[in-house]
């Protein structure tokens, strides 16, 4: 399959790369890693970045610049998105099919509806930044190109928490190795995404932490995050990011939640809907949890975003959750 990704890289010569909505580090760092592949091989790459990147994902664009928008009249031979495991994780303001052309997808989540006209997802992958390489050597290159080692490397190292998670095999290690021995930084590139904290984050986590309920006799850990929390801590959603791990962290917790109060602002008007994010500690497959609530994920973790108020979605979690430990 990763062959008809390969033609329409080499058939194409004007591509635009997409992040998923919110866009992570593996997001971005394979979004970047294969624009410097791209240009690697003669083409011409666009960022597409209608969104704010967060504060700690700022080191890896090095002068790149995103499009926030597409000018009008310009047309794509095809476009990119990178990391994205359903339709509604489209970025902001992603453009139509006759400015974007064929839509591909790369990817390493087990999806749970359908985006793009060509999709090559590798389950296996513990990154989609592991998916740029084979990218990169499906192209038969000798060398990871000029500019992909950082990037790629924060994918890398993001997804798996540090090399620590169990979607890291011997092969992860290695292509980290490979990485750093093309110039990534490893405590740069640790110390940017885990190490460096704004305050207003670590007033956060003690809000959150403040929040820690146990239920099912504690195998699962539940924690919550309110705008109002956000607001007295002087924090954004960006520093949300990762919180979930301190309720999985709790010894014996099986499971470890999140609710976030999540502002949604549409036709049906202005309200707060709640997203779930789901950690496992390994026994618990938590993209089944969130499937039946609508979301979906991976095994160790996976979320979801329910149209309901804080608490409401709590009482649908928990009955959820009492279907598995009731
Ligand atoms: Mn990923």
């Known amino acids: 399959m990763i062959e008809k990704v390969l033609e329409v890289l080499r058939n194409g010569e004007r591509f635009l790369v997409a992040c998923h909505r919110r866009p992570d580090a593996d997001s971005l760092g394979s979004a970047l890693g294969l624009i410097k592949t791209l240009r690697a091989v003669g083409k011409e790459a666009t960022l597409f970045m209608p969104e704010a990147i967060p504060d700690s994902l700022q080191f890896l664009m090095e002068g790149e610049q995103g499009l926030a928008a597409v000018p009008a009249g310009t047309r794509y031979d095809a476009t990119w998105v990178m990391d994205i495991a359903a339709k509604a994780?489209?970025?902001?303001?992603?453009?139509d099919g006759e400015v974007t052309g064929p839509v591909i997808i790369i990817d390493h989540h087990h999806a749970h509806d359908d985006v793009g006209d060509i999709v090559y997802r590798d389950t296996n992958a513990a990154a989609t930044g592991e998916v740029v390489v084979q990218i990169i050597e499906g192209l038969g290159l000798e060398s990871i190109p000029e500019g992909c080692a950082t990037p790629i490397y924060a994918a890398i190292l993001s997804d798996t928490g540090g090399f620590r998670y169990a979607t890291t095999k011997p092969a992860t290690l290695r292509?980290?190795?490979?990485?750093?021995?093309?110039?990534?930084?490893?405590?740069?590139?640790?110390?940017?995404?885990?190490?460096?904290?704004?305050?207003a984050r670590?007033?956060?986590?003690?809000?959150?932490?403040?929040?820690?309920?146990?239920?099912?006799d504690d195998r699962v850990a539940i924690m919550r995050?309110?705008?109002e929390m956000l607001?007295?801590?002087?924090?954004?959603?960006d520093m949300v990011e990762g919180m979930v791990n301190y309720a999985r962290g709790v010894e014996g917790a099986e499971i470890g939640a999140l609710l976030w109060e999540w502002p949604v602002q549409d036709a049906k008007g202005a309200r707060l809907e709640t997203k779930i994010s789901l950690r496992s500690s390994g026994t618990t497959d938590v993209s089944v949890i969130a499937a039946a609530l609508n979301g979906g994920g991976h095994r160790a973790a996976a979320a979801t975003q329910l149209d309901v108020p804080i608490d409401e979605a709590e009482k649908r979690l928990r009955a959820e959750l009492a279907k598995h430990f009731g």
């Open 89 to 95: 994780l489209l970025p902001p303001g992603f453009p």
């Open 175 to 199: 292509l980290g190795a490979r990485l750093v021995e093309a110039g990534a930084d490893p405590w740069q590139v640790a110390y940017q995404l885990f190490e460096r904290w704004k305050p």
């Open 202 to 216: 670590l007033r956060l986590v003690s809000a959150i932490i403040g929040t820690l309920e146990f239920a099912f």
């Open 225 to 227: 995050v309110t705008r």
């Open 231 to 237: 607001q007295a801590c002087g924090a954004d959603d």
